[in-house]
């Protein structure tokens, strides 16, 4: 399977993104789909994820009511639209699936499949 993310960039903060992940070689709408994240110097973050069954979603507290995650099961892609960015969402977005998230000190981690990551840096 591949994973490819896109849409990141330099943003200023307040300012917004929309990252894309777009998945061949598996049955996309059977898998839940996960965005990571990884900052300099930290540990690799679970930052949303969405169910395949019915679309439950589930945030990281500090993206609750300023990211939102969705899926086009026809397009097999998973998406992170991104709003009022600040300096601390600076880091390399990962899109991830498998059975179910993990913990990982490193992004990308093992097991389940990884897309090569995008770069989000929030400046002024």
């Known amino acids: 399977a591949q994973l490819v993310e896109s849409g990141g960039g330099l943003v200023q903060p307040g300012g917004s993104l929309r990252l894309s992940c777009a998945t061949s070689g598996l049955t996309f709408s059977a898998f839940d789909m996960f965005w990571y994240r990884q900052a300099p110097g930290k540990e690799c973050e679970l930052v949303a994820l969405?169910?395949?069954?019915?679309?439950?979603?589930y945030y990281k507290d500090s993206v609750k009511g300023r990211f939102i995650i969705s899926r086009d099961n026809a397009k097999n892609t998973v998406f992170l639209q991104m709003s009022k960015l600040t300096t601390e969402d600076t880091a390399v977005y990962y899109c991830?699936?498998?059975?179910?998230?993990?913990?990982?000190?490193?992004?990308?981690?093992?097991?389940?499949?990884w897309g090569q990551g995008t770069q989000v840096t929030v400046s002024s």
């Open positions: 969405i169910t395949s069954a019915d679309g439950t979603t």
């Open positions: 991830h699936t498998d059975s179910r998230p993990r913990p990982y000190t490193h992004c990308p981690g093992q097991g389940g499949y």
